[in-house]
């Protein structure tokens, strides 16, 4: 069976895909990694970046001696798999992304930042501080939140993906959109489609950016679709 490494958002773990996982079991092997200094290596985040992230993939890839695996990667996480496909083509066959934000600049920066106070968090959002402990213990919540706020401030600076880094990735990419997501944009997205070299779009129904609001089910058949194709392998 092929194998497919799942990616996730900033902020979460690898929790957030144990539907997806269930569902695409018969099909695929899952390859699950937290980032590191999320989830369970939440005490690590010495290379708390998009490019730190994707080396650490690339480690994670010759570990486990994946050769040319597919990758699924929501919001950051679909960045980062970008991002490793543009330093380390061969070792991915295609990927697809979920609600994966181009756009960035101070301005879309400093409005995510303004979000990521710690002490705001708790005031207006305890629910969410809660998930936060729970997924990457009590400790180690506000500096994930510190370290995501830092590293959005140098995305909004020096986005890692330029149009010219676009233009270099040959691996077939699939781009989803939910149609309700209010972070990532059609235009941004139809941009980045447009300057990779082989990426195709599509947009899905009823669907809000929040991993938690997607409906696994309809992910599982354009993922698996997409990553069966001759060219995406």
């Known amino acids: 069976m092929k194998h497919l490494i799942l ?3 900033a902020l979460s773990s690898s929790a957030q895909f144990n539907e997806l996982k269930t569902l695409l079991a018969d099909h695929v092997i899952c390859h699950t990694p937290d980032f590191q200094g999320h989830g369970k290596n939440a005490g690590d985040g010495d290379e708390f970046s998009i490019e730190g992230f994707a080396h650490q993939i690339h ?3 010759n570990k486990m001696e994946l050769d040319e695996a597919a990758i699924f990667g929501y919001s950051m996480g679909g960045y980062v798999a970008l991002c490793l496909a543009r330093h380390q083509p061969d070792l991915v066959s295609s990927i697809v992304t979920l609600g994966t934000k181009f756009d960035w600049t101070s301005e879309h920066a400093t409005r995510e930042i303004q979000r990521l106070d710690p002490y705001k968090m708790e005031q207006k959002v305890p629910e969410f501080i809660t998930e936060l402990k729970e997924l ?3 400790e180690n919540w506000k500096p994930i939140v510190e370290k995501t706020a830092r590293m959005l ?3 909004g ?4 993906l330029q149009e010219s880094d676009l233009a270099l990735i040959r691996n077939p990419v699939l781009l989803m959109l939910g149609d309700e997501d209010t972070m990532v944009s059609t235009k941004e997205t139809e941009w980045a489609a447009e300057h990779l070299a082989n990426a195709s779009m599509q947009v ?3 669907t809000p950016h929040p991993f938690n609001k ?3 089910d309809k992910l599982v ?3 698996l679709k997409f990553i069966s194709q001759p060219s995406a392998g």
């Open 59 to 61: 480690d994670y890839c």
């Open 204 to 206: 899905l129904s009823e």
């Open 7 to 9: 990616l996730h958002g």
């Open 214 to 216: 997607v409906e696994s």
């Open 221 to 223: 058949k354009p993922l």
């Open 136 to 138: 990457h213990g009590e």
């Open 153 to 155: 401030k140098e995305m």
């Open 157 to 160: 600076e020096q986005p890692v």
